[in-house]
């Protein structure tokens, strides 16, 4: 039997909570107040309840409407997530930590508790994090006041939005949405396969189909025992109307669900004195995070190449190979999440151990950023069935900005601290495209997104092209009001299309200058 470091950090608790509008027993929880009973589960989880007692560190995800300057809070909110959990847990934790926005923060949450413990600066950690958006909706749409304010002054650590991965072209170009951006991301990747769009969306739901079906049997999904076929999610209709190019409604993230999920970490002498039992406990047996540079300043439009380097980076932490890996939660926003990390390492897409444990973003429910903690909360109960297992986590942050890579244990090891900067490095040194920020004259389209209104018809249109005359690469928009040029793309195939471009203080606009290949 391995004898373990007291300092060796173990996840001894895991929990989610949903709460759907429909539910007998629902109660229109605030975000607070959801987040706290995910909490409280993951405190019975543990198998003692008091361990509520020694928690000293808290750490929270960040919500979506704190995520972005955009949104605002309908219905008020704390100025002090974290110590508001606290507040219901009826705990006083000497840290508590609200993290930076990100669907990556839950895996980049866990390995700081991690190697805080490791490094005898905690002895147990909650982390936690939930959504309510769907009843926020709802009480908007019924024209119900509540109010979810809250302040708190007790001592936090703040760390922001941290969206400087978002490039002020790309805003000012009318690229705000995650349809938009990851749109233009997969409109590129097609068009380096040579594939039509029409291939492509049936390909993108023949991916996701079964992670509908994962999510059908899941009593924690937004809509349980909802199961799609390929052509339920790639046909057109009012029920799955096109959001941006090339996605349906059915193969994108669903934001609008009330869950929360949360664990408990703490140190291998606090679960022996806890007398937490063996099998309660899985360990972090490697990890690895990278960062990528906003989507238009990339090398290849359709490649976030983080996302292999940390896959591979993580498995080698581990010293396991992705054959010994028995269960994968893959973050699944948009089909090219997914596509864009499983090709990068050899998995295919059809692997017979599935690509998710929870459902996918789509169909389980994308709680901001705080979807992956479902996914280790999930991967943690899943492993505790079995020993010799091991779990991979993948965790997506941003527009393939960041990603970050946790492989899980059921068997007892030692935990080592793993240093990314080499990593990180080599995307750093990666050549930045020359980017023409006032273009003038002809080029042609890399990749392109549309925009769509609620009746289906696009409205707009997005492209980032190359000049001709210098190779440089620039950003543009259709001219407002103008739908005939979205209208055009939309029914033809609008890569490597020449166009002029122009610039002007309001931005930099585009015409089409041939007629569209067959």
Same mark, same amino acid.
């Given at each position: 039997m391995l004898l373990l470091s007291p300092t060796t950090p173990v996840l001894v608790g895991a929990a989610q909570f949903t709460e759907r509008l429909d539910d007998p027993d629902y109660e229109a929880l605030s975000p607070v107040d959801i987040t706290a009973r995910a909490a409280q589960l993951a405190f019975k989880d543990c198998g003692n309840e008091g361990i509520s007692a020694v928690i000293d560190t808290i750490m929270t995800a960040r919500t979506f409407e704190d995520s972005t300057p955009f949104l605002a809070f309908p219905h008020g909110c704390s100025n002090n997530f974290?110590?508001?959990?606290?507040?219901?847990?009826?705990?006083a934790p000497a840290e508590a930590i609200w993290a930076m926005s990100g669907g990556d923060s839950p895996q980049k949450l866990v390995v700081e508790?991690?190697?805080?413990?490791a490094q005898g600066c905690a002895t147990g950690v909650l982390i936690c994090?939930?959504?309510?958006?769907?009843?926020?909706?709802?009480?908007?749409?019924?024209?119900?006041? !509540? /109010?979810?304010?809250? %302040?708190?002054?007790?001592? !936090? /650590?703040?760390?922001? %939005?941290?969206?400087?991965? !978002?490039h002020h072209d790309e805003i000012a170009h009318g690229v705000i949405t995650p349809p938009l951006f990851h749109g233009l991301i997969e409109n590129a990747r097609r068009g380096q396969s040579h594939c039509h769009s029409q291939a492509w969306i049936n390909g993108m739901a023949a991916l996701f189909a079964p992670f509908s079906k994962v999510a059908a049997d899941n009593p924690y999904s937004c809509q349980p025992g909802v199961r799609y076929s390929p052509t339920e999610l790639s046909a057109i209709s009012l029920d799955n109307r096109f959001i941006a190019h090339p996605y349906p409604q059915r193969l994108i993230a669903r934001d609008k669900v009330n869950q929360s999920a949360a664990l408990v970490v703490v140190s291998t002498a606090l679960a022996d004195t806890l007398k937490i039992p063996t099998q309660q406990r899985i360990y972090l047996k490697g990890y690895a995070h990278a960062r990528e540079r906003a989507v238009i300043e990339r090398p290849n439009l359709g490649e976030a190449e983080s996302a292999g380097l940390a896959l591979k980076a993580a498995l080698n932490a581990a010293?396991?190979?992705?054959?010994?890996?028995?269960?994968?939660?893959?973050?699944?926003?948009?089909?090219v999440a997914v596509i864009n990390a499983i090709s990068a390492i050899g998995l295919a897409a059809d692997d017979p151990r599935g690509l998710t444990v929870t459902?996918?973003?789509?169909?389980?429910?994308?709680?901001?950023n705080n979807y992956s903690m479902h996914a280790i909360a999930e991967m943690v109960h899943r492993l505790r069935k079995g020993t010799g297992l091991y779990g991979l986590v993948a965790a997506n942050g941003g527009f393939l900005s960041k990603y970050a890579v946790g492989i899980y244990s059921s068997d007892a090891c030692e935990f080592t601290v793993c240093d990314n900067a080499a990593l990180q490095q080599v995307l750093d040194e990666r050549p930045v495209p020359s980017l023409n920020r006032a273009p003038k004259g002809r080029g042609h389209i890399e990749t392109y997104t549309l925009g769509y209104n609620r009746d289906g018809l696009a409205t707009s249109a997005i492209i980032v092209g190359r000049?001709?005359?210098?190779?440089?690469r620039f950003i543009a928009m259709t001219p407002k009001d103008d739908r005939l040029i979205a209208k055009d793309l939309a029914s033809t195939e609008p890569l490597h299309r020449l166009v002029?471009?122009?610039?002007?203080?309001?931005?930099?606009?585009?015409?089409?200058?041939?007629?569209p290949s067959e």
């Open positions: 974290p110590r508001s959990v606290c507040k219901r847990l009826n705990i508790a991690c190697e805080k413990i994090g939930g959504e309510a958006m769907s009843t926020a909706g709802a009480l908007v749409k019924s024209g119900q006041k !509540v /109010d979810w304010s809250e %302040t708190l002054d007790e001592p !936090v /650590d703040d760390r922001g %939005t941290g969206i400087d991965y !978002v010293h396991v190979a992705l054959d010994d890996i028995a269960l994968f939660d893959f973050y699944s926003c948009f089909p459902g996918g973003l789509p169909y389980f429910g994308g709680p901001g000049l001709q005359a210098t190779a440089e002029e471009v122009t610039a002007s203080d309001a931005g930099n606009y585009f015409q089409l200058l041939d007629e």
